[in-house]
């Protein structure tokens, strides 16, 4: 079975530039995570689809991080102006379910460095 | 506020010694517990969780868990220490309640193998 699949796996930008990240999760699997790890920290969940619906979105800063999952199964997440403040991992992650406890797989996560 | 704490950021042990990893949580129910393990460069993977029943739970790679209701605790233990093993730890949990299967990281430990 295919794992999560992320792209791209490193990106260097420029504060105030635009990037985006894309995430193919495990086939048949409905829920998908968005998390930020910061250096030094454990992840945390910017966002959580539901096929191609938003669970739970409190933690996105949505002044300038989008994310979307048209047809509920790629999900892209954008980044718009960025900021130095936004340099972490970005991981992906997908379940069959979204019941609690449901298993998360995740990928092997974008590094985003903002200069 | 729910949260969860991993106490050592920083674990050296020799190969072939014994490993105990502390995880507590603070939560009026009991959640659902996870430990996973970040190699460099890669994504999560699950070594092990808990929801309920018996309270000493086998994972993969020869680490188990036991959960200590009385301590909020989720300690992550191995007999033998492989250098195969050198990674970041995290202790993970969902908490009932909300509306997502939003998973609550802790900050890590860092374990280092000497041979």
């Known amino acids: 079975e295919a794992g999560v699949a992320q792209s791209p796996r490193y990106k260097i930008i420029e504060k105030r530039q635009s990037v985006a990240f894309w995430c193919n999760p495990i086939?048949?699997?409905?829920?998908l995570y968005w998390y930020q790890q910061i250096l030094g920290q454990g992840p945390k969940l910017l966002i959580q689809?539901?096929?191609?619906?938003?669970?739970?979105d409190s933690q996105l800063p949505k002044d300038r991080f989008s994310a979307e999952r048209l047809k509920g199964v790629d999900s892209t997440l954008k980044i718009q102006p960025a900021k130095l403040e936004d340099s972490a991992v970005y991981l992906c992650a997908s379940s069959l379910l979204r019941s609690y406890g449901e298993t998360q797989y995740f990928g092997p996560g974008t590094r985003l460095l903002v200069l | 506020a729910q949260s969860v704490t991993q106490p050592d950021i920083h674990i050296t042990v020799s190969e072939g010694a014994s490993l105990e990893l502390r995880c507590n949580y603070s939560y009026g129910a009991t959640p659902y517990l996870f430990w996973y393990v970040q190699s460099p460069g890669q994504g999560l993977q699950l070594l092990l969780k808990?929801?309920?029943?018996?309270?000493l739970v086998q994972g993969i790679k020869g680490f188990e868990a036991e959960f200590k209701r009385s301590q909020s605790s989720f300690n992550l233990r191995k007999p033998s220490v492989h250098w195969s093993d050198a990674a970041e730890y995290f202790c993970a949990v969902v908490f009932e309640g909300g509306a997502t299967n939003k998973l609550i990281f802790g900050t890590g430990t860092l374990l280092a193998v000497q041979p």
């Open positions: 086939s048949g699997h409905a829920t």
């Open positions: 808990y929801f309920s029943g018996d309270t």
């Open positions: 689809f539901q096929n191609n619906g938003v669970v739970d």
